[in-house]
């Protein structure tokens, strides 16, 4: 993959999937401190309250929405910012690049960006503020992302610089404006919906055979029930789930071909893993994050860091009597955390402790039972890969029908790939999410998306805009297109008001005036 990068991609915590590093132990550019850089501000982030169910595709959870008021630019409201902290800029390391804002770890994580550091300097042209953002919800490690870097929240207007949200309609993408970001490429559920990322990794492996072997054998109803029931065969375990649902709603297991779903009901009906590796007797998925800066050419970059999620019961092979067991068969986290076997994570450092562990301390756990983490590492990377080349077609496609050239390098995203292994350690894609769930459910939650997003928004280089200089130059297209491409200047005066004026009184301009009224 080809990469023009700025001085913020080389300088950040996400590394390429292609890359040959198997490192877990921390990014260039990081390093632990306890003192906050100079120019930082002390205090540690204070979070608002948010909701703790994991979502899903087409499902960002229930975050609280938050109440700012303050106003800025007329029309637009925005939350005071409480720290009064200046925003402050990393020159490119390329020629010709603009500076990116500078964004460094929070206090908490014992994180400190340090490469680049020493040439950053303040951003003081006023034109350029305020920075401001917009999500649709409140999203602690995004909100305390922005405000600590001296960005205000923008609640109304579109003339912010980075968007949170929902997925863009076409009439919001043409009216982007060169610096904005969003968070969605047009075109991504294609790998975000249960039955479209099937489909789409279906045509590949048709198109590729076994290089597409990493997705179990699925079914569309009721489409595909013709197949299903010619290739069902008695002991087959199929999972059922409906195409468009999230946090695990309405995913069972069935064992007889009459419990799959009848008539016209849509459901994704997948061949189950039974055998998955497993640790301390529980199954378990990897949470992948991957952030996505471009499909035009694909680049792409992998989050060191990441969550492993456990089920609650010990595993045990699929029978009559276990089946309906959600708390055995599933990982997802809005499942789990409602049995009486979950147990919470109280403490970051811990990160190898209770229902939900870091990717960092799945990798030692694995490495100390002598499995090749490096193979395993560069299988899972292969996937996320293979995936994203599965849309990049249809995302094109639909930036160039949606955006019309005005958002091609707007938008970025963050894919959550849930990943499972099996027992003999061939990593296995069970879904895409495109709005993975951000909300912090315990500390080392909020330790790792906080990173997350500090690193994703570093790297992607928010690069402020002179907000009326873009509108002018928006009026001055406008006004060409009106005038089928005549961009001389207007000329206000008519010939009825310089009537009876002497020629020697007049100005050029007004004899131009004349000159036009009278040339046929």
């Known amino acids: 993959m080809s990469c023009n990068a700025t001085g913020a991609e080389a300088r950040s915590g996400l590394t390429r999937p292609d890359s040959s590093s198997s490192s877990t132990a921390g990014s260039p550019g990081r390093r632990r401190s306890q003192r906050p850089a100079e120019g930082r501000v002390a205090e540690e982030d204070?979070?608002?309250?948010?909701?703790?169910?994991?979502?899903?595709?087409?499902?960002?959870?229930?975050?609280?929405?938050?109440?700012?008021?303050?106003?800025?630019?007329?029309?637009?409201?925005?939350?005071?910012?409480?720290?009064?902290?200046?925003?402050?800029?990393?020159?490119?390391?390329?020629?010709?690049?603009?500076?990116?804002?500078?964004?460094?770890?929070?206090?908490?994580?014992?994180?400190?960006?340090?490469?680049?550091?020493?040439?950053?300097f303040e951003l003081t042209n006023k034109r350029l503020l305020p920075l401001t953002f917009k999500s649709d919800r409140n999203i602690n490690c995004i909100t305390n992302c922005f405000k600590r870097v001296g960005f205000k929240r923008l609640l109304k207007g579109t003339s912010y610089n980075v968007y949170w949200g929902h997925t863009l309609n076409e009439k919001s993408f043409n009216k982007l404006a060169p610096g904005q970001l969003v968070n969605h490429f047009p075109g991504s559920y294609g790998i975000g919906r249960k039955d479209y990322l099937w489909k789409n990794l279906a045509r590949m492996q048709r198109q590729f055979g076994a290089a597409y072997d990493f997705v179990a054998k699925s079914y569309l109803l009721p489409r595909d029930r013709e197949y299903l029931e010619r290739d069902w065969c008695d002991g087959d375990v199929f999972i059922v789930k409906p195409p468009a649902q999230a946090e695990g709603r309405g995913i069972r297991l069935i064992n007889k071909l009459e419990q799959a779903p009848k008539g016209s009901t849509a459901a994704l009906v997948q061949k189950y893993l039974g055998e998955p590796y497993l640790i301390n007797n529980k199954k378990f998925d990897m949470r992948i994050y991957i952030g996505v800066t471009s499909f035009d050419p694909l680049r792409c970059y992998m989050f060191e860091e990441g969550l492993s999620r456990f089920a609650t019961s010990d595993y045990k092979h699929v029978t009559n009597s276990n089946r309906k067991d959600r708390y055995m068969h599933l990982t997802n986290y809005s499942v789990n955390k409602k049995s009486s076997g979950y147990e919470r994570n109280t403490d970051a450092e811990k990160d190898d402790e209770g229902s939900k562990w870091s990717l960092a301390a799945t990798w030692k756990h694995l490495l100390e039972h002598g499995v090749d983490v490096p193979a395993l590492q560069a299988r899972i990377r292969d996937i996320c890969l293979k995936t994203l080349i599965s849309v990049e077609h249809s995302v094109v496609s639909k930036q160039l029908q949606m955006c019309h050239g005005r958002a091609q390098k707007s938008c970025f995203e963050v894919f959550g790939f849930d990943v499972l292994i099996d027992k003999d350690l061939k990593p296995w894609l069970i879904e895409v999410n495109v709005a993975c769930s951000l909300a912090s459910s315990s500390p080392l939650d909020k330790r790792i998306k906080n990173l997350l997003m500090t690193d994703m928004f570093h790297m992607l280089g928010v690069v402020p805009f002179d907000r009326r200089k873009i509108k002018a130059e928006e009026e001055e297209k406008r006004r060409s297109r009106l005038l089928r491409g005549n961009t001389a200047p207007l000329k206000h005066r008519n010939t009825h008001e310089l009537q009876g004026r002497s020629l020697a009184e007049m100005p050029l301009s007004d004899l131009d005036v004349i000159i036009e009224a009278e040339v046929p």
């Open 46 to 120: 204070e979070d608002e309250p948010e909701d703790e169910s994991e979502a899903g595709e087409g499902d960002e959870g229930d975050e609280s929405e938050d109440e700012d008021t303050a106003t800025v630019d007329g029309d637009a409201a925005v939350s005071p910012d409480p720290r009064g902290t200046t925003p402050f800029m990393l020159p490119s390391l390329f020629l010709n690049r603009p500076a990116t804002v500078w964004i460094d770890y929070p206090n908490f994580t014992g994180e400190q960006r340090t490469e680049g550091a020493e040439s950053i």
